[in-house]
């Protein structure tokens, strides 16, 4: 690659949009869900993909239904999305995502039999 398209890709790359938010990975068998946040949406799924691939997701239960069921089982889909604002603090930044992500625990309730998650501690 030469020097002019090289230049080129390096700034569309620095062009691109980061959206962060909260994401849900549904299990299509039991109806059962995950929902997470994340700081950078595009990167998120191919990272949990990966680490359910590899058998070193934190949550137990998800990653015994995915090694059970295989990765065909679940779909993967974004629940709520903003672009990330270049000039927040990192703290900012996740006081805003632990915000979208209390919301949507509050509205979908993927506890139990109904999904993965653990409910925060009293």
Do not use: C
Request: glycine share 4%.
């Amino acid at each position: 690659m030469d020097k002019a398209a090289r230049k080129q890709v390096i700034d569309q790359y620095k062009q691109q949009k980061v959206t962060m938010g909260v994401y849900q990975l549904r299990n299509r068998l039991s109806g059962k869900l995950f929902i997470e946040s994340a700081s950078n949406l595009k990167s998120r799924e191919l990272t949990l993909r990966m680490m359910l691939d590899d058998g070193r997701h934190p949550n137990g239960q998800l990653q015994e239904d995915w090694n059970k069921h295989g990765s065909d089982t679940f779909e993967y889909s974004v629940l709520e999305q903003v672009e990330v604002e270049q000039d927040a603090s990192p703290a900012e930044r996740k006081k805003q995502l632990d915000e979208m992500m209390s919301l949507w625990l509050d509205e979908i309730e993927p506890y139990d039999e109904a999904g993965y998650n653990k409910r925060a501690k009293a």
